[in-house]
């Protein structure tokens, strides 16, 4: 093969992972590294995504530890008014190319591959080829693999919707539905997570009367309150939402009541309080946008889409009309993956799993640090075991109580603890610094002492 180079690391996927991890080999360690995409850009499916998406979670946690995002601005308008800015799919894209340009590439340490497909390897001799120029490279890694398509979620802008349209019926994804051609009567969203919120909630910001959607949901989630995961002088709040969940934690009976206790304390919400939710994927709503969403009263509940034709929906449970002056817009794609867990850690590789409860760049970025920076693949993956991703409730609780064994773990390494309090990406590192005679961080605190072990001992009879 007349392409053949020696890299270290040979990362697939420049996406949030990706690039996480790439940052930590190069400020950890004088490793050399290969990224390579599919896509034509770093980014990940933010390449892809739907026009109108934005972070869930603050730009100050999100992306590579060394470069920050945004600029900490409280947003001043719309459904994230009085709370910090989060990044928009433009934003996050210009950011993992500055990103790319003006820190990977100059260190003269990495060497980038965009619309390159990884076809394989193994005993450190894998290939990828140019989807431009049908060039195959051959690649020696001295040290690992790291891939980051195990858990490749889908997206709706460039995957199959997964139930059947008939010919002449009017559907888009959901990114589509900001370039429409001519409006539309009804619009009905497919879909019970965070794409489909995002959709109804710009429809109704757009102007569209709430009377003209109907929402298709086949499930109910619990989402997690904004107000407490903020940075900076929401710490103490978001503290505040720790010492919420350890207090539940320790005194639930049951997953429901544990779930049903951080309800109550405003700490979980919503869209339907009369319906119980059996979905928890992590994400974050602010209560501006719940109350948009509850103006939604055209609500389905008769499971999964099967097939839209012209004239009707059939569901799992039931068939519902529409007509030709109806939109369908299809969110039901799964931004997250679930798949067996498999060790992180192995001799040849490095499989990105999520290890605990937490926002995902920090996670990813630590399993480049603790790489760099740990002896044996054995003790990494004690810091770091893999889990699935949280889909339910339980799951949630699962990842929760993964979170506080593995914390302990970590804080006694001095090398992770003092990666951990600096990186801009561990929303509580900082917490000990200006805040920490704050009132609010002192009376969190001393609630987390109170109910922290309970928790994690009652986390063991609900869940473990
Ligand atoms: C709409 C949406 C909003 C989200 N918001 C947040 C948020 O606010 N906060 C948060 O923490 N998480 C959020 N997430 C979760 C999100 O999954 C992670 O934040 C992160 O972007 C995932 O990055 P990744 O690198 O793991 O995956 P991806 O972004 O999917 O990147 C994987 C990359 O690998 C490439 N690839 C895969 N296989 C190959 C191959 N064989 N050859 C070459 N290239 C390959 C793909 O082309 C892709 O670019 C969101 C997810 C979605 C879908």
Redesign the pocket.
Known sequence: MGNAFDVDYLV????????AIADELLAHSDATLAI????HAP?????D??PF?R???PSAF?GVSSTALGQDAIDRSGVNAGFYE?AGADELRAYFARVMQQSFLPTGRVRYFPC????GGENGRHT?VSRLTGAAHEVRVRRKLVD??Y???A?PAVGAPPFEVAEGVRWCPAGAVARIDGRAGRYVIVGAG??AM?TCVWLLEQGVPPADITWIKSREGWWLNRRFHQPHDGLPAFLDGVALQMQAFAQAGSVDDAMLRLEADGFLLRVDPNVAPTMLHG??LSEAEQKLLRQIEDVVRLGRVRRIERDRILLDGGVVPTDADTLHVHCAAS??AYRTPRPIFEPDRIT?QPCFWS???FQ?ALLGVVEATVESDEEKNRLCPAIKYWDTSADYLRAYLALLASERARAASPALAAWAKGTRLNPLGRIGGSYRDHPGVVAARDRVRQFGAAAAGNLVKLVG
Do not use: N
Not at 12 to 19: E, N
Not at 43 to 47: D, E, F, L, S, Y
């Open positions: 697939v996927g420049a996406g949030a992972a990706g690039m390579v995409d599919r896509r980014g990940g499916h933010w390449i995504a739907y998406v972070l869930h979670q999100y989060v390159s497909d990884h076809t990828f980051t398509s858990l490749e979620g997206i965070k794409t995002d994400a974050i931004g997250l990105v926002f995902s760049s990813f």
